[in-house]
């Protein structure tokens, strides 16, 4: 059993030690090199997508980051809008309440207006009875000429 042993190494070793013949040889290197080719091509084609997948990453990124802002804004916006309601109607009372101060102004201008006339006349009458009051009596008109040209005189 031990020379089977022996010769099974021994003609292994021979077997490795002759070599591979040169075509055998060539159709592996030949095999060799396609798949290398092919393997460099794999590898550009896999640095392309992963190029493509970072340039649509870098997209999306924006994209999320702009959606964020967007977002923002619409808040900021909302806000301003709240409060611009508030102001409007703040403003709408206040408008209403004028409008009221105005009518009651417009009826105390009238009922001013009114009075003004009625102390005006009193002060006018009042004026005009104290002047006949104080004022000397006004001298008689002048006679008449008659048609004689005589002037009659009074008694």
Aim: proline share 7%.
């Amino acid at each position: 059993m031990r020379f089977l042993f022996i010769g099974a190494v021994a003609w292994g070793v021979v077997g490795c030690a002759q070599g591979i013949p040169p075509a055998r040889l060539q159709a592996h290197m030949v095999a060799a090199e396609q798949w290398q080719r092919r393997y460099q091509e794999e590898r550009a084609h896999t640095d392309a997508l992963a190029e493509r997948l970072a340039a649509a990453e870098a997209a999306l990124e924006r994209v999320a980051s702009e959606l964020a802002e967007a977002d923002q804004a619409r808040l900021v916006l909302n806000e301003a809008l709240e409060r611009s309601e508030v102001e409007r109607h703040t403003l709408e009372d206040f408008v209403t309440h004028l409008q009221a101060q105005k009518r009651e102004l417009s009826v105390m201008h009238e009922e001013l207006s009114e009075m003004h006339e009625e102390v005006t006349d009193v002060w006018y009458e009042s004026a005009l009875s104290r002047a006949r009051r104080y004022s000397p009596p006004p001298p008689p008109p002048p006679a008449a000429p008659t048609v004689e040209g005589t002037r009659e005189t009074l008694p």
